[in-house]
């Protein structure tokens, strides 16, 4: 598969989160800050050099390339712990307090899947941590995780090849989104919506 081809990890994050989003970022290389992308990127500050600690039972690796050759994947973990018997334990940092976001949990899905294949250890779990709660949130990487990891690359490559980007979701998500004023979800959310006013309108006069 060549580089055009590859899907970055972090797409399926964005992907997961919305469609335009993720279009907006890897197919258009836009982007813009609001609080919480600067807050996302303080704390990956403390992960973003790469390094290597060894500890009593484990090995941790800051800031790891990763790659899945049969997925087409690349990207980098933030921290993976490799235990005594060299099983790795991704672990992706997160700003914010502990949830349960599903698209968080797809991007540490894929993390696993590439270590797999870099490794050959089965990697039942990772976790989240986040650094407001100072938590980690542990998640099995499990079967239906691992096919929604492989379908969401899929739909991610097809969406990167399309020339149209995905229609705007115009939800609540839009109000934390950085890409707000890029993406205008209002606005073109509604279009549809006045081009049946003006069809209704037209055919009114006639």
């Not at 739909?155 to 939800?171: E, G, I, K, Q, W």
Request: net charge neutral.
């Amino acid at each position: 598969m060549d580089d055009s081809q590859q899907v970055p990890i972090s797409a399926l994050q964005h992907w997961s989160y919305c469609p335009r989003q993720c279009a907006l970022i890897h197919a258009e290389q836009a982007f813009a800050e609001n609080v919480h992308t600067l807050r996302g990127r303080a704390v990956h500050r403390q992960v973003d050099a790469p390094g290597i600690e060894t500890l009593p039972g484990r090995r941790v690796e800051r800031a790891m390339p990763l790659w899945c050759d049969r997925l087409g994947l690349v990207g980098k973990a933030d921290v993976v712990e490799f235990l005594a018997d060299g099983t790795p334990f991704p672990i992706e940092y997160k700003h914010g307090r502990r949830r349960a976001q599903r698209h968080d949990e797809l991007q540490l899905a894929a993390q696993a899947l590439c270590l797999e294949e870099m490794t050959g250890h089965v990697v039942p779990s990772g976790a989240l941590y986040y650094h407001s709660s100072r938590r980690r949130r542990e998640v099995p990487i499990n079967d239906a995780l691992r096919k929604e990891v492989e379908s969401a690359v899929a739909a991610v490559r097809t969406m990167l090849a399309s020339p149209r980007l995905p229609p705007p979701v115009n939800d609540a998500r839009c109000r934390q989104c950085s890409l707000i004023d890029l993406c205008q979800p209002a606005a073109l959310g509604d279009a549809p919506r006045y081009a049946r006013l003006a069809a209704r309108l037209f055919h009114a006069d006639e």
